[in-house]
């Protein structure tokens, strides 16, 4: 194989695994380490920086993060990065000092965020800074879009999601709120220099089983509900509740639920538990508080009498895998199975819907009804319209509504600027010695060997008496220390110096996790890989290989399962390993060098 | 400086017979040099024995005094040890071997620990062929006491000081071939492809195994005139045959080309496979061991690999007729079976 480039920036990139699953590339390891050393509030704007809502996803993210973690490799669990991200949040001191100034005079550019949501918000954060005039029009009464309608307090509380969007709403950003869009032509008629669409999945799904009509009184969309219940128009709920669906809004419709009154509150999914949408842990959370999941359960009809809903028949089915490791649920062939439900909360996917898009704008859409956009830039076919977040390519989540808003506000700073979108901004990097002595290093390179641990929740009975007590309390200091310290900073790079290796084997002989080989190049990266010291067997993982030595073998590291704790670098006698820091950060608009 | 090594291992490391890994044949983190070449001699019996499915409590390591008499703590945690007086490491062998023949003796020394000070336990013990593997570690210095010549030190090597060596070396492979060691072998720390196999063979060996393996002092001695660097060694490495070992366990299934290779089936039914380089050596002739020896040295090459092994050899149980059963197995009458069979003894005297 080719000698590795760790110029290329992904190369050292890709092996921080958490920061590369990351969308917005939040560099982890970098704030989990300013956490252990208590400097909460730079942990905090490191956050900022990146994903704009540290405080909201601290509590609420996906975590693509923590499956990708190394430390899952090697030990139980991961890190619990999300939930130390919160650390930050809630110990960090006033930071108002520490916002981007905004320019008095501005540039004279004029930008329309449709949506108020994550997307819109961070536009507006990166575009305010460099003197645009911003305007956000929102149906919802506040700023937050699905952040406020559709997670429920328990898990976000408003004051945290009040502050990280007035962060932003209070540089200057004209807020159009209680305003429902309703046609694009009359927004462009306003003459914006550009307008970019956050209005994410607004359209909740519907299973149309007879009866739906006549219990029509008694079926709600789940995110609809939600939405009704955060803005205080539904404060409760009869006895008796279905909820129909297995992603994360079903688990947050069945909490609610049961806060606003539901007794025998239930979750009913087609597809096997394991198979289910949500969260693992959003599951355990709905479990923990009594409520059950029966799953394998097709929902077939609603059961009326006298005009009043009684409950729903299911038909049990099992998951079958064809060859192609293909899923059908298939009926086993019992009895039809009732559930009694005076409510049905209906929680099985949201969709895009443009109504109010007329389709005469040069806005052009594909077969599915989606704006066809580019896919880097997020423009339309409408050069000044520009898409993100859920609205551009159907649902995903905050961090990649943030991760996009970024992206577009560049495309809509170099369009305003006259500049060629296609020439994005190199991200920056920096990678730097953390020698401080012989066998020094200015990193903990100790690996702890703690198991995660559990973040502590509220009592309860508190928990479901009340939808607006947090139910997670989230780490105290002591405990976040202890969990950041379980990161194994990835982010301190193993570099090679191929013309300082004397091929001692040292570092092969140490390396806890045989890593490392000295061993003759192959031309095929499988053949090498079967010769490598360690089992090498996690493909997605890069081969770090170095040029000829002396010997005319190669070094090749595994980076697979590196615990980054630098004892390849103490024991080599010619400081041939060296172990530096990387930095890397996605460059946003108006940064680029 | 760590001075502990992380807990977190490989989670799909190999596991031998036993259902163990490599990481249960591990010993403390080194505390030698970073770079030494020792580590690199521990990472090998580690492999070699770990391979073997050896049971970690069927092994004794024994050294003397000496950095390389240091290392028996980084490797075989779980082993039996006794870290012995200077150069007296052969005679606290002798005293085990001779209560437990049960457990695997290795033996650890350095050049200093058996070419110096312990220059004549060393010869007779190679001479009575107690069954054991002895494995020096020679960096040619006296790495402990900030790297005076060694009695292995080539003649005209310079090392750290940078005084070349007066004296003519103490060459231990050659020693032992002549007092009558019936398994000798050289090799390097730096290449563990070579070594390993060896290691397995000398464990399989019944009687004294004898590895002397150059393992550069990167403190003292891995200057560029030193004749124990690491660059020296692999520029004047010359292999007498490349060693394969196969366990007795396992089905042979490559094939080689009958003229090139020799097969030698140990006493315990394992194979050592022998793939020549040289027509001209014979690995079972004591003499012609000697010869290319002696031609290597006038030549300024390092001969490595297999030098020579007696297939017929007959270990010191067998010449002493020691007891099978080790003494802790025993009961009180028999370890002191009374004053009538002492007399009885003394009678037969008479």
Not at chain 1, 45 to 66: A, Y
Not at chain 1, 521 to 527: G, T
């Amino acid at each position: 194989m080719n000698p590795t480039d760790v110029k290329n920036p992904e190369y050292f990139h890709k092996v921080v695994d958490c920061q590369y699953a990351c969308p917005a590339h939040t560099p982890v390891p970098e704030y989990i380490r300013l956490i252990a050393q208590q400097r909460y509030t730079d942990a905090y704007m490191i956050n900022w920086e990146s994903n704009v809502f540290p405080g909201v996803l601290g509590r609420t993210c996906d975590r693509p993060c923590e499956p990708a973690c190394r430390r899952g490799r090697i030990d139980e669990e991961p890190v619990a990065i999300c939930r130390l991200k919160r650390v930050a949040a809630d110990n960090k001191s006033d930071v108002a000092d520490r916002m981007p100034k905004i320019p008095e005079q501005k540039n004279g550019k004029r930008i329309a965020c449709i949506g108020g949501g994550p997307a819109s918000l961070t536009v507006a954060r990166d575009l305010m800074p460099l003197g645009y005039s911003i305007d956000i029009y929102d149906n919802q009464p506040m700023g937050g879009g699905m952040m406020r309608s559709q997670i429920p307090s328990f898990r976000l509380p408003d004051s945290v999601l009040n502050e990280e969007v007035n962060f932003i709403l209070d540089m200057g950003v004209t807020t159009f709120f209680n305003t429902e869009v309703t046609s694009m032509r009359e927004i462009l008629d306003k003459n914006y220099d550009a307008i970019f669409v956050g209005t994410g999945a607004p359209k909740g799904k519907l299973l149309n089983l007879p009866g739906l009509e006549e219990a029509s009184d008694s079926v709600y969309i789940g995110i609809q509900w939600l939405a009704n219940v955060a803005f205080g128009h539904t404060e409760q709920v009869a006895q008796k509740v279905i909820v129909l669906g297995g992603g994360n809004t079903a688990m947050d419709c069945c909490r609610t639920a049961k806060r606003l009154g539901g007794q025998d509150v239930r979750v009913v999914v087609r597809s096997p538990y394991a198979d289910m949408k949500a969260s693992p842990w959003e599951k355990e959370d709905a479990q923990h508080e009594g409520i059950p999941i029966f799953d394998n359960h097709t929902p077939k009809e609603f059961v009326v009498e006298n005009g009043k809903l009684k409950g729903m028949m299911f038909e049990k089915v099992e998951a079958v895998y064809d060859e192609n490791g293909k899923r059908s649920l298939v009926p086993t062939g019992e009895d039809w199975v009732f559930m009694e439900a005076d409510v049905v909360l209906m929680a099985i996917g949201q969709e895009n819907a443009f109504p109010w898009v007329e389709r005469d704008l040069g806005i052009a859409f594909d077969q599915w009804d989606m704006p066809k956009l580019d896919k880097v830039s997020f423009q339309s076919t409408r050069e000044n319209v520009f898409f993100g977040g859920d609205a551009a390519f159907g649902p995903e989540n905050v961090i990649t509504a943030v991760a996009q808003g970024h992206q577009a506000a560049i495309s809509i700073d170099l369009f305003c600027r006259g500049e060629s979108l296609l020439d994005r901004p190199a991200p920056h990097t920096n990678l730097v010695s953390t020698k401080m002595g012989v066998h020094e290093w200015n990193y903990d390179n100790q690996v702890e060997i703690d198991d995660r641990y559990v973040v502590p929740l509220v009592d309860l009975d508190k928990a479901l008496s009340d939808r607006k007590v947090e139910v997670e309390l989230g780490f105290d200091r002591e405990i976040a220390f202890k969990e950041a310290e379980r990161c194994l900073n990835c982010d301190v790079q193993t570099v090679f110096d191929e013309s300082r290796c004397i091929e001692c084997d040292a570092c092969v002989d140490i390396c806890p996790t045989d890593c490392i080989t000295f061993t003759a190049n192959e031309e095929d990266e499988s053949v090498l890989r079967a010769k490598l010291t360690g089992p090498s067997n996690n493909k997605t993982q890069e081969l770090y290989v170095s040029a000829a030595l002396p010997t005319t073998k190669v070094m090749v590291k595994d980076e697979n399962i590196c615990l980054h704790c630098g004892l390849c670098a103490e024991r080599c006698p010619t400081t041939a390993w060296d172990m530096q820091k990387y930095f890397y950060s996605v460059t946003k608009a108006g940064q680029a060098a | 400086m760590s001075y502990q090594i992380p807990k977190f291992r490989h989670p799909e490391l190999p596991k031998n017979q036993l259902g163990y890994t490599k990481a249960d044949y591990e010993g403390s983190i080194s505390t030698l040099c970073a770079g030494c070449g020792h580590d690199s001699i521990s990472g090998a019996i580690i492999k070699a024995v770990h391979e073997l499915s050896i049971e970690p409590h069927k092994i004794a390591k024994l050294s003397g005094i000496g950095c390389s008499s240091k290392s028996p703590t980084y490797f075989l945690g779980k082993s039996h040890g006794f870290n012995s007086v200077h150069g007296r490491m052969p005679s606290v062998v002798t005293g085990a071997a001779m209560a437990n023949r049960d457990l695997l003796y290795m033996g650890v020394s350095g050049d200093g620990d058996t070419a110096s000070i312990g220059l004549g336990q060393y010869g007779h013990v190679a001479r009575r062929n107690l069954n054991m593997v002895y494995i020096v570690m020679n960096n040619g210095c006296y790495g402990l006491t900030k790297g005076q010549d060694s009695a292995t030190a080539d003649e005209g090597s310079v090392s750290k000081k940078g005084e070349a060596n007066p004296f003519s070396a103490i060459d231990l492979p050659a020693i032992a071939l002549q007092i009558g060691a019936t398994f000798v072998a050289r090799s390097f720390s730096g290449d563990k492809e070579q070594l390993v196999p060896l290691i397995k063979a000398a464990i399989s060996h019944r009687g004294f195994a004898l590895i002397d393996v150059v393992s550069p002092c990167v403190t003292f001695n891995n200057t560029p005139g030193s004749t124990k660097s690491y660059e020296y060694a692999r520029e004047h490495m010359e292999a007498t045959g490349t060693v394969d070992f196969v366990p007795m366990h396992e089905e042979i299934t490559t094939k080689y080309d009958p003229g090139k290779t020799r097969d030698v089936t140990m006493h315990d039914g394992s194979v050592i496979r022998l793939k020549k380089v040289d027509d001209s050596f014979d690995p079972f002739d004591r003499l012609s061991a000697i010869t290319a020896l002696e031609k290597s040295r006038e030549s300024g090459q390092i001969l490595t690999g297999l030098l020579y092994m007696d297939k017929h050899s007959r270990d010191l149980h067998e010449a002493l007729q020691t007891s099978r059963t080790p003494l802790n197995q025993m009961n009180e009458h028999e370890l002191c079976p009374g004053s009538k069979v002492l007399e009885q003894i003394n009678q037969s005297l008479r």
